[in-house]
Structures are given as structure tokens and as C-alpha cells.
């Protein structure tokens, strides 16, 4: 087999890149390890900023976006006794849309025509510092198969093969854990609030998000190492209740139905380049980032829309400025997007600390009283433009 770009992972950040790829003309294939059942039915993130919305918009994906998707102004933020809403629109002119990551792999697998080979497994890659890269795979089939490729694109998040195939010399790896992870829970009720609450509290970080209009999706800081199965449904909606302040200014939280529930751990991860040789990383594959800032997928599709753009015109224009600049460009806005989902993470999640909490309540006061540091704060959940780097 051959093809112009060779795509690790159908995920959000490999199915995108070979859609942008094919408008553009230039062929591709993907392989993924999973089947496409399973890849469309992981319950990922809920948020896409403003740029990410205008880039699935520009390329033909935001049909049913538009339609079903729920455009916010802003975001709640909360502590006891205290709620704040910080309107993004009226601070920087953009907005965020609740849109699931689901939906976003469904509208993909809808769009995208190209060939993507699921169930592989053993991919492995090769001579990707030559001018002859190619990617080895057993199919569903059993039989080994080798693909050769012009360049190949590791779109396989943060347990693919793909950050291993650049040699520990030439690679840095940055990487921060936090004490702490999330409790995740999909309930079959209507949210209890027109946009997303992120509550400070004592006992620990609650966020009250949704995927529709019946269904709500929320989260729960808990120690790392927590079993789901621990927690009873009643249990989970009480602590809910405790952190988002029901009762609280005449505030009802609503319980129902769990239908998931998950437990996530936090961490912050770099690797740099997300260049080697003919070797291009994106998304997952090259970085993590705590979910307290809704970045995770939408740096994936930041990732993609640069290297999908520099591959054309490597490709089809014969020009390597774009290509060549690939890493520099989607790192600076890597460790924006970085550094804004730690801020997030360390202002918002308890710890036994009490100058800690001086500290969390302080900054919580300065972003929501102060339309300078509001501001900020917009800026960077809202997203920054796609030309930023
Ligand atoms: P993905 O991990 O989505 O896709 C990589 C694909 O590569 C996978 O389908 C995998 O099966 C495939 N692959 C791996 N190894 C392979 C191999 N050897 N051969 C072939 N294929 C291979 N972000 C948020 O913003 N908010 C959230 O609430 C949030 N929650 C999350 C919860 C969980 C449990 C996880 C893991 C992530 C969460 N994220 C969240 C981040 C998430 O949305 C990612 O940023 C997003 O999926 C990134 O997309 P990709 O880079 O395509 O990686
Ligand atoms: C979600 O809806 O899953 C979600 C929203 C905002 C976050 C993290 C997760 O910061």
C-alpha cells in the first residue's frame, strides 16, 4: 500500500487531518487499533472553543453543530456563598459552543471518505528520519501489512506508538501530575444551569456541565487512585449538591438517572518537537492537559488545522516554510493552552494547604471583579484565533 500522508489514530485529531487533507486534494490513509464503534463512543470532551467551531465550520463539519450544539456566552464561576458569571462575548467577542466530542467523531466518520483500516494492531514505524517513511500493522485479518507513505502524521493520543518513534535524543519530555483526579458522571437530566459552573470549595472541585438539554455531564475532585464503584449514585449527587451550592441563593441541583461514570486522572504533557524527520505528532500524541480548561480536544484540532495547512503546501506547493515552522507554530499555542489549563487547575481544586486556599479564593475574587483579569481569563477559554502562534 501507498499514500501521500500515512495518519496513526482515528480519533478527533487523525479523522480531521485526513478530511482537511482530502479537501485539499492529497491522499491519505488511517489506521486505528480500535473499531470505529468503540473510538465514537468514548465520552471525552464537551467544549469547543471559538476557533475550533470556525474550523470545522470552514471545512464543511458544522451542520449538525450548528443545530444541536448549544453556543455559551460565558461560564460560571463559584464559591461559597458566591457565583459569578463571566461573559466571554462581552469581554472578547467569542463564545464557546457545548458540543461533545462524540458528536465531533460522529460528524467525521460522516464526512470523511478516504480509506481508515480499524482493528489493527502491532503499527509500528519506520525509517521515518529517511525520505522513505512506512508504517508496518497487522489488519483485522491477521495478516501484516506495510503501508509506504510520504510523511507520516501520529494522530494516536497518549498511549500510541508514535512518541516512542522519536529517539530519546532528540525529543524533550515536560510532564506535571497533580494530587488529584476527576469523577466524571453522564446523568440523564436536565442541567440546572444555562452554562457551565466551576466551583471552588473546601472539600473539593465540582464543575456542572451538560451534552444537551436532558442530558447534564458533571465532575467531582477526588483523590487519585479512586474507584468509580465506590461511589453510589446518591453519594455522588449529594457531594454535587454540597460543592455547587444548592440551597444557595434559592439554587436547586436536580439528581437523575447515571448512566457513566468515570474516573479521570490529571496531568500536563509535552513533548517536543512534534517534528522528526518525516514524522509529524499532533494532539494527544504530542500533549496532555488537565481538562479543567475544555483545552484537550480543541488544541488537537489547533494542532491539525497548522499541519494540515503546511502539508498542502509541502505537498502541493512544493514550499517548506509552513512545514518547516510546524512545531515552533503549534508549540507556542501548546504552552498557552498549557500553562492556562495548570492556572485553571491549581486556582480551582482544594488542597490541604490553607495559604493555598488564600490563594485560590484571592484570584477567584481578582477574575471576577476585575474586567482586566475577567478578560484574561476569556481570552484564553474562549480560545485564542487559529492564526495565533
Ligand atoms: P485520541 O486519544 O482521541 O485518539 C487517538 C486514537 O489513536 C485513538 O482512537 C486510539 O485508539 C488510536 N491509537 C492509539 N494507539 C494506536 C496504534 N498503536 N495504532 C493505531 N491507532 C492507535 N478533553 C477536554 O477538553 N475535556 C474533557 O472533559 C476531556 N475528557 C477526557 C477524558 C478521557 C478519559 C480522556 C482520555 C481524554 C479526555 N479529554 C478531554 C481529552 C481528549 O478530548 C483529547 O484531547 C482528544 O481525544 C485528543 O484527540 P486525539 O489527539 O485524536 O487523541
Ligand atoms: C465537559 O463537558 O466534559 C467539560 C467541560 C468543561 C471542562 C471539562 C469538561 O473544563
Redesign the pocket.
Known sequence: MRTEVAV?????????LAHLLARAGIDSVV????SQE??AS??????LEHAAVELLTSAGLGDRLHAEGHEHRGVYLQWPGERHHLDFLNLTGRSVHVYG?TEVQKDLVAAHQGPVVYE????RLHDVHTDRPHLT?VDRDGVRRRLDATVIAG???????SRAAVPESARRVFERTYPYS?L?ILADVAPSTDELIYAWHPDGFALH?MRSPSVS?L?LQVPNGTDPAHWSDRQVWDELAKRLGHGQNGWTLTPGPITDK?V?PMRSFVQTPMRHGNLFL????AH??P?T????????IA?VALLARALTAMLRERTTALIDTYSDNALRRVWRCTHFSWWMTTMLHASDDPFDAQLQLSQLRWVTTSTAAATGLAENYAGLPLTFA
Not at 31 to 34: A, G, I, N, P
Not at 282 to 285: E, H, K, V, W
Not at 293 to 300: D, F, I, M, Q, W
Open positions: 496513526i489514530g482515528a480519533g478527533p485529531a487523525g479523522l480531521l489506521v486505528e487499533t480500535r468503540y473510538v468514548r465520552i471525552r470532551a464537551g467544549i466530542q489493527v494492531t502491532d503499527t500493522f494522530c494516536d493520543g497518549s498511549f500510541g506508538p476527576w466524571g456541565s455531564r465532575y468515570s479521570l499532533a494532539g494527544d500524541a496532555i492537559v481538562p480548561g475544555a483545552k484537550g480536544l480543541n488544541l488537537a494542532d
